[in-house]
């Protein structure tokens, strides 16, 4: 379970694709430099935006490298799921 979190928001979302998406639309609101965008996966901190680094960081030993993997899963599995609808059309 991930949970996207920043001042005055915070979601909850099965997919890692989901929740990546949803905290890179929210880059726009992160207007101060006291303000970020953070990833949980459970109640752990993984993945954090601010607009005092140019870049998102992962946070944790090989946690980039275990989203990668869970990222490319995830969109496998959508595009079987795409294959077979197409096919039971």
């Known amino acids: 379970m991930f949970r996207v979190v920043m001042p005055g928001y915070s979601q909850e979302f099965e997919r890692w694709t989901d929740a990546l998406e949803t905290a890179n639309s929210l880059k726009p609101k992160c207007k101060r430099l006291t303000e970020d ?53």
Do not use: C
Not at 51 to 80: C, N, T, W
């Open 37 to 89: 965008i953070r990833i949980f996966l459970f109640d752990e901190l993984i993945w954090i935006y601010s607009r005092s680094h140019k870049y998102p960081q992962y946070i944790g030993a090989g946690m980039y490298d275990r989203l990668a993997r869970l990222f490319v899963q995830e969109a496998m599995e959508a595009e079987a799921a795409s294959s077979d609808e197409t096919a039971n059309e």
